[in-house]
Every structure is written in C-alpha cells, then in structure tokens.
C-alpha cells in the first residue's frame, strides 16, 4: 500500500510540474526579456552617471548611443570629453 501512495503522489508531482512548465517558460521569458533591456540600457545609464562629460555633450552621446548602439559607446570611452575641460584653482 506504501508503494501504491508513494507512486500516486509521484504522479501528482510530475502532472503538476507539467502544468507549471508554461509559468516557467513565461518566468524565464520575461527574465531574459528585462535582462536584454538592461543590457541595452547599461550604456546610457553609464553615460548618465559619468563626469567625463556635462550638458549638451552628455545629451550628443546618448542620443548617439540610442541611435549607433554600443559602437558610439566604445567611441564615448575613447573620445569623450571633445573639448578638454579647463579647471580654476583659486587660492
């Protein structure tokens, strides 16, 4: 009788993963989904963040990211700044 009812809820387990397999594949879809987003996105936020550059020039980069995609950010690390920046020091 012990092996009737382990085999039983043997079947119920296995029925139950197959149902789930659709909430699954769905989970890891929309995983792979916001990660490629993410991926896509990590430039910009990069640029966002950085001190290299201010203002409008930050505003050209991004827009040059969004519509050049990773070459214009490989070009950011190896340009950026255009102009070289000037720094005061006032004593």
Known sequence: ???IKNICTLI????LFILALPLI?????LM?????V?????PILLILNSDKTTGGEKA???LAIIFLSWFAWIFYFLLAP???RRDYWYE
């Open 12 to 15: 119920v387990f296995v029925a």
């Open 60 to 62: 050209a980069w991004i």
């Open 1 to 3: 009788m012990n092996i």
């Open 32 to 36: 792979v989904l916001f990660g490629a």
């Open 25 to 29: 594949g769905a989970g890891l879809g």
């Open 82 to 84: 255009i102009k070289p």
């Open 38 to 42: 993410f991926i896509w996105l990590l």
